[in-house]
T-cell receptor
């Protein structure tokens, strides 16, 4: 079993939809949780960063962490075609430290 | 300012040859990381440095892989006696490396290695 599990998708939604992306993990020592966005043929770029449990909102994006369930989510409101990318969850137990990534979920938002 | 740069961007080599992949981190970044990313997968950790010290090399697949960062800036990942299974995108990332603050890892464009 992988330390971090993520549904690879693809997920296809119409413009304006609410998107929910999720990851589960097995290592209870993880404290830092991140979502990266990766466009085709580009490197990952940080989208959201959360420490420990709770919610964090940034514009159309909301990250949630439930450490008791070992489950994290990223919500995208009013999705746009420009949101079409692969979304990778990542986590670590220390900072600075190696990141453990999920496989990524490919999202396509069609007009 | 300049981001993380990697060279070469593409490397094609024959099985059995050695390759050296270079990473130039963001100026002033203390921590430098190497990851390997297969198609359709997330990056997989290989090793990381704080300054010139290699902190963790638990992700290196075997002893054909090594990395160095002798002056605490540029890093080189070397793969000896390459095999076809080494073909992948090799990504470098750097971060400020300060514990206790948002410690974003900035990724480079990667080196696509193909072993024939």
């Amino acid at each position: 079993q992988k330390e971090v599990e993520q549904d690879p998708g693809p997920l296809s939604v119409p413009e304006g939809a609410i998107v929910s992306l999720n990851c589960t993990y097995s290592n209870s020592a993880f404290q830092y949780f991140m979502w990266y966005r990766q466009y085709s043929r580009k490197g990952p770029e940080l989208l959201m960063y959360t420490y420990s449990s709770g919610n964090k909102e940034d514009g159309r994006f909301t990250a949630q962490v439930d450490k008791s369930s070992k489950y994290i989510s990223l919500f995208i409101r009013d999705s746009q075609p420009s949101d079409s990318a692969t979304y990778l969850c990542a986590m670590s137990d220390l900072q600075p430290d190696k990141l453990i990534f999920g496989t990524g979920t490919r999202l396509q938002v069609f007009p | 300012g300049a981001g993380v740069s990697q060279s070469p961007r593409y490397k094609v080599t024959k099985r059995g040859q050695d390759v050296a992949l270079r990473c130039d981190p963001i100026s002033g970044h203390v921590s430098l990381y190497w990851y390997r990313q297969a198609l359709g997968q997330g990056p997989e950790f290989l090793t990381y440095f704080n300054y010139e010290a290699q902190q963790d090399k638990s992700g290196l697949p075997n002893d054909r892989f090594s990395a160095e960062r002798p002056e605490g800036s540029i890093s080189t990942l070397t793969i000896q006696r390459t095999e076809q299974r080494d073909s992948a995108m090799y990504r470098c990332a750097s971060s400020q490396g300060l514990a206790g603050v948002d410690n974003e890892q900035f990724f480079g464009p990667g080196t696509r290695l193909t072993v024939l």
